[in-house]
C-alpha cells in the first residue's frame, strides 16, 4: 500500500460521529495497568496505531493481552520478566517513557530508551526526571546505549512542585507515587481531564488520589487490584477535528459522548467566530455552519486554555474566515509543519514572529535563546482552495491536512495516512459517513 488517502474535496459535510475513547487516556491506563494486581480489563479502548505499538511493546515484556470486544482491552501482567524496553519498539512511541513507574514497582530496576513519538518540538523530559529523583527513583542517561538506567531502593516518598505544568509529567509522577510510603504532594500539576480519568482509573482499584485545584495528594496503598471493568473517556481531540471539518465546510456534525467543559476553551473561541452549538443533552453537541466564518486569534496553553494539539484545526476553519486571523504555539516548538503542505492547496499563511518580553516564562517548553524559533502565523482567510499532494509532519498536523484537502475543490492526496490513524480510529469510515470522499490506498 501507499500508506496514502485519496481525497475528493469540495464537499459539504453533515452527519453525526461517535467518538472513540480518548488516546492520551487508553495509552495511559495500559501502562499503569502494569502495576496492578491480577487482571485488567479496560473499556472504550480504541484501536489505533499508538495503542497496537504500545501493546506489541509490552507483550515484548512478557505481557497478555487480548481485544475480547472491539473495544474491550483485557491485561494479564502476570508474566512481566523483563525490566528492559527494547529500544526499536519503544522508538516508535513516546510514552514507552512512562514504563518507568511500573517496571520500578516490579523489578527495582529499569532500562529505558529515549522515547519516540511525534517530532512536534523536543518535549523535554527533564522535569519529569527531575520529579522522579526528587521521590526517591536513582536515575542515570547513558550516552553510549541510548538508555535511561534507573533504581528504586525504597518507596517512593517526599513532594514535588512542577515548574511548569506538563501532561504527561503529571501522569508519570502519579503512577510513581501510587504506592508510596506515607503520602506524596505533587504541585502545580497539569489540569487536563485526561489526568482526572487517570486518577478516577486508579481510585475505583484502592487508590487514595485527591486532587484540589494543580495540587495533586496522593496516600500510599499496598496494592491495587480491579473489581469490575473500567471504562475510558472518550478522545476530546477527535470532537474538536470533526466540529472543525464540517463547519469549514459549510455543514454540520452532531458528536455523541463528549463533555462540553472538555472542551470549553474550543467552543468559547469557536462562538467568537460565529460558530453555531447546540447542546442536544449532556453528552451530545450539535456543531454547525451559521453565517461567515469570522477571523479569531488564538494562542496556545495547557487545560482549561486552548489546546495545541486542536490548533491545526482551527487553521483549517481560519482558511474559510473573511479575514486575518493569528495562531501564536506556546505549548510546543515546531508545531507548523502543515503550513507549507496547506499552502500547496491555496492557503495563504505567513509566519510571524510574536513579541514576547520574557520568552523563556512565557512559552511552556525549554526556550533556548540561541535557537530560531517559529511560533507563530497569519491566515490570511477566504481564498478558494484546490486540490494537491500533502506530506503529514505530525499526527495532528496530518488530521488538519486531510481536513484541508475535504474543503479543497478537486482531488489530493495525504501522504502519511499510517501517522493520522495513529490517533483516530475508524478514520475513512467516520469521514464517509458524514458524506466525505477519502479512501485509504
Request: some cysteine; aromatic content about 10%; overall charge neutral.
Amino acid at each position: 500500500m501507499e500508506d496514502a488517502y485519496i481525497i475528493r474535496g469540495g464537499k459539504l459535510l453533515n452527519g453525526i460521529v461517535d467518538l472513540s475513547g480518548a488516546k492520551n487516556i487508553a495509552l495511559k491506563a495500559i501502562i499503569a495497568s502494569l502495576i496492578f494486581q491480577g487482571d485488567v480489563t479496560l473499556e472504550n479502548i480504541p484501536r489505533i496505531g499508538d495503542v497496537h505499538e504500545l501493546l506489541q511493546l509490552i507483550e515484548k515484556l512478557g505481557v497478555k493481552w487480548e481485544f475480547i470486544r472491539k473495544n474491550t482491552l483485557f491485561i494479564d501482567s502476570s508474566g512481566l520478566n523483563s525490566n528492559k524496553v527494547d529500544l526499536l519498539n519503544g522508538a516508535k512511541t513516546r510514552v514507552s517513557f512512562m514504563l518507568f513507574a511500573p517496571l520500578l514497582y516490579r523489578f527495582g530496576s529499569c532500562y529505558i530508551p529515549n522515547p519516540g513519538g511525534c517530532r512536534i518540538g523536543a518535549r523535554p523530559i527533564n522535569r519529569t526526571i527531575e520529579g522522579l529523583k526528587s521521590l526517591g527513583a536513582n536515575i542515570i542517561y547513558n550516552h553510549g546505549t541510548g538508555y535511561y538506567e534507573a533504581k528504586l531502593t525504597q518507596k517512593p516518598n517526599g513532594s514535588y512542585t512542577f515548574r511548569k505544568p506538563t501532561h504527561t509529567g503529571t501522569e508519570l509522577l502519579l503512577m510513581f507515587s501510587v504506592q508510596c510510603q506515607g503520602s506524596i504532594t505533587l504541585y502545580n500539576t497539569a489540569l487536563e481531564p485526561e489526568i482526572d480519568d487517570l486518577i478516577n482509573f486508579f481510585n475505583q482499584a484502592g487508590a487514595k488520589i485527591k486532587r484540589k485545584n494543580n495540587k495533586i495528594i496522593i496516600k500510599g496503598v499496598k496494592e491495587l487490584r480491579q473489581n469490575k471493568p473500567y471504562k475510558i473517556a472518550s478522545d476530546r481531540n477527535e470532537a474538536v477535528t470533526y466540529a472543525s471539518l464540517c463547519i469549514a465546510s459549510k455543514g454540520s456534525v452532531k458528536i455523541n459522548n463528549i463533555n462540553k467543559n472538555d472542551i470549553k476553551a474550543f467552543i468559547d473561541k469557536l462562538l467568537e467566530a460565529g460558530g453555531g452549538v447546540n447542546y442536544l443533552d449532556n453528552s451530545t453537541i450539535e456543531f454547525y455552519y451559521k453565517d461567515d466564518i469570522l477571523p479569531v486569534n488564538l494562542e496556545t496553553s495547557p487545560h482549561p486554555g486552548f489546546m495545541t494539539d486542536w490548533q491545526p484545526n482551527w487553521a483549517v476553519l481560519m482558511t474559510q474566515s473573511k479575514g486575518d486571523a493569528v495562531i501564536h504555539e506556546r505549548v510546543y516548538e515546531n508545531r507548523f509543519s502543515y503550513v507549507t503542505e496547506m499552502k500547496k492547496l491555496g492557503a495563504d499563511i505567513d509566519f510571524v514572529d510574536p513579541l514576547i518580553s520574557d520568552p523563556k516564562d512565557y512559552y511552556y517548553f525549554n526556550y533556548k535563546e540561541t535557537e530560531d524559533y517559529q511560533q507563530g502565523i497569519t491566515i490570511h482567510g477566504g481564498n478558494s482552495l484546490h486540490g494537491g499532494a500533502l506530506v503529514t509532519g505530525d499526527l495532528r498536523a496530518g488530521a488538519s491536512l486531510v481536513s484541508c484537502a475535504l474543503i479543497a475543490k478537486g482531488e489530493s492526496i495525504v501522504y502519511g495516512a499510517s501517522i493520522i490513524e495513529r490517533g483516530y480510529e475508524d478514520f475513512v469510515s467516520k469521514v464517509n459517513k458524514l458524506g466525505g470522499e477519502i479512501k485509504k490506498i
